[in-house]
């Protein structure tokens, strides 16, 4: 009788155990969140030069960078690519994207993945309250001039920076900033502005 019993005490846990995992089976998945792309454009004054380049090239260059930084769950940069010429481009941030990130596309425009070019490549901008620059607090609030020094060591590791007040620093690709001693180039305000642009024909990479 005991063992009667049990075998109907079995039977009635197996039925509730079948039970509970048809119903986690048929739940549904939680959905992941989706990034969601800004509605609103933010005023600043990134901006990115390129030249020696076709619209080909850059294209396919930018959609790559994008491809690298951006996910299914969050967009970390947003270019807006400007036609100035047949072989020079402006690319504008409408969405004031991180500094440091185009501090790596800056280094990506000079050497990207699948393409050779020869690209001359400056960018501009205003060094905002970036979260990843809080000790190099003499940089905040200042204008700064990025580009690539081919003729440095590391030069794939690293953009080179300098202030309005031609001090040198650079970032590498982990998002540290260092002082640099060694002065290359010298600071030359922007002849383009992203206000200068508007009106004109673009074209947004995500």
């Known amino acids: 009788m005991r063992q009667i019993f049990y075998l109907i005490a079995i039977v009635i846990t ?24 800004p509605e609103k454009e933010i005023p600043n004054d990134k901006i990115i030069l390129v030249e020696n380049v076709n619209r080909e090239q850059i294209e396919h260059v930018l959609q790559d960078f994008c491809e690298l930084y951006n996910d299914s769950t969050e967009y970390a940069v947003l270019p807006r690519l400007t036609s100035l010429s047949e072989s020079r481009f402006a690319i504008t941030f409408p969405y004031n994207d991180a500094l440091e990130v185009i501090c790596y596309l800056v ?3 000079n050497y990207p993945a699948e393409i050779k070019w020869n690209a001359v490549v400056c960018a501009w901008a205003t060094v ?3 979260p990843s620059w ?15 020094s081919p003729e440095k060591e590391n030069s794939r590791e690293y953009t080179e920076i300098i202030t309005s007040e031609n001090a040198s620093y650079r970032i590498n690709l982990n998002s540290i900033v260092e ?3 060694y002065l290359e180039k010298q600071y030359v305000a922007p ?16």
């Open 14 to 37: 197996m039925y509730f155990a079948f039970k509970v995992m048809a119903k986690v089976k048929d739940r549904p998945e939680e959905e992941k969140k989706k990034a969601v792309k």
């Open 191 to 206: 002849e383009i502005q992203p206000e200068d642009l508007e009106g004109k024909e673009f074209y947004d990479f995500e």
């Open 134 to 148: 809080k000790e190099e607090s003499d940089l905040l609030g200042k204008k700064i001039m990025l580009y690539v």
């Open 179 to 181: 002082k640099d001693d």
């Open 107 to 109: 280094n990506y425009l």
């Open 128 to 130: 905002e309250d970036e």
